[in-house]
């Protein structure tokens, strides 16, 4: 009896360990950060200049959980992140100017359910209330023989490009869980030591 248990149990994580998860995710039509000057792109118009874009998996289809540093919250975590850098030259492939379209970046991960989406900063240097794009979610398959990997693209505007502070798929970046209850904890102390000097 014991014998044919242990044989299940290896053959239940024989068959689990097969599965697969493959993304090809990219952003194919570029962004610009203000929406009152599209003809600049996120970058910029100097080279070096760089963001940073992050794909995130998330075991419900809620694209706000993932904290600023990365880190995960509630049941999102960072699978993959790339810094963006204008390099100065056009249309080499791989930034097209200043506009950070990317190419394509494969994540394979041990197939789990769940979401991905991906998110662009405005700039690379993350400070709270920076404005993000979040793209599309899109649902993991598990790629199994011929199947090809899914695609996650993270603008498909093919006009001009998607201004990261405008439309539905925005966000800004909020203090994570620990650091809102430090500033709580600190506004709370600045009003009773106010109270105390004006004699309350």
């Keep these: 009896m014991k014998k044919i248990l242990v044989m299940t149990l290896l053959a239940v994580l024989s068959a689990s360990s097969y599965g697969v998860v493959n993304v090809n995710w990219f952003g194919s039509y570029g962004f610009f950060f203000g929406a009152t000057d599209p003809g600049v792109g996120i970058l910029g118009d100097g080279t070096g200049n760089s963001t ?6 998330s075991l419900d289809d809620n694209v706000n959980d993932v904290n600023l540093d990365g880190s995960s919250a509630g049941d999102d975590v960072v699978w993959d992140a790339m810094i963006i850098t204008e390099d100065g030259i056009a249309n080499d492939g791989s930034t097209f100017d200043s506009y950070a379209f990317t190419t394509i970046q494969n994540q394979q991960r041990a197939f789990v359910g769940g979401f991905v989406y ?47 502070d405008t439309g539905l798929n925005i966000g800004h970046v909020v203090p994570e869980p620990a650091t809102a209850m430090l500033l709580a904890l600190g506004a709370g102390l600045a009003w009773l030591v106010r109270m105390k000097n ?3």
């Design 198 to 200: 004006i004699g309350y």
């Design 118 to 164: 991906a998110r662009i900063f405005q700039d690379n240097v993350l400070n709270l209330g920076d404005t993000f794009h979040s793209s599309d979610i899109i649902a993991l398959v598990d790629i199994t023989g011929a199947t090809p990997a899914q695609r996650l693209d993270i603008n498909q505007n093919t006009i001009i490009g998607n201004s990261i």
């Design 52 to 57: 940073t874009v992050q794909l995130i998996y």
